[in-house]
């Protein structure tokens, strides 16, 4: 979400650019990435809506891994939570000059970088606030504080109109709907470690907002 984000602020594309998935995987510098459901021709918002891994990266790929990390950055990742909470860690988020392609392509959906719940959770804060990065709290507070701007209200609220499609028929998460509520947010599937390789079993995530 926020690689895509990142290119609909800097115009690159928008909800309605057409993306060729075809035929369902891609070859990054002799490593393949692969769909778990070849889709064909998206849009960048379907791209979000049935979580295409070939779709976020041909987005990605249009950018720079410098540019991919100070996004990461600018919303918290590879930071240590300023939060009173025992445990809260600062994840994986390596310097960009060390990327290789296929390491910027996998990142782009998730893999090689390691976020913490807290991390994305006020991650995704940047689509609720139309824009601005939340301070993160355990408390509830009457106050209302300011955020950040990390992207501009108008890639905001096309991104949220996007993520809501996720909730919706043809999307990954209709779990997510909640009677009475706008629901929006992605969901993520990562396989996990098993000794110094990747097993048959998996994590799955859904990270979003109402």
Partial sequence: SDVCSSDLEKGLVK?????????????????????????????????????????????AMQTQPREMWEMFTAVGLGQKPQLPFPGVVSGRLRAAKTWRPVEQATMSYGYGVSVSLFQMARAYTIFARDGDLVPLTIERSPEFKPGTPVISAKTAIEMRSMLETVTEPGGTALKAQAEGFRVGGKTGTAHKLVGKGYGNKYRAYFAGLA
């Fill in 15 to 59: 909800p309605e650019t057409i993306i060729q998935t075809a035929p369902g995987r891609i070859n990054i510098t002799g490593s393949t990435i692969t769909d778990a459901h070849p889709h064909g021709a998206l849009s960048v918002n379907e791209v979000i809506q049935k979580s295409s891994n070939v779709g976020t990266v041909k987005i």
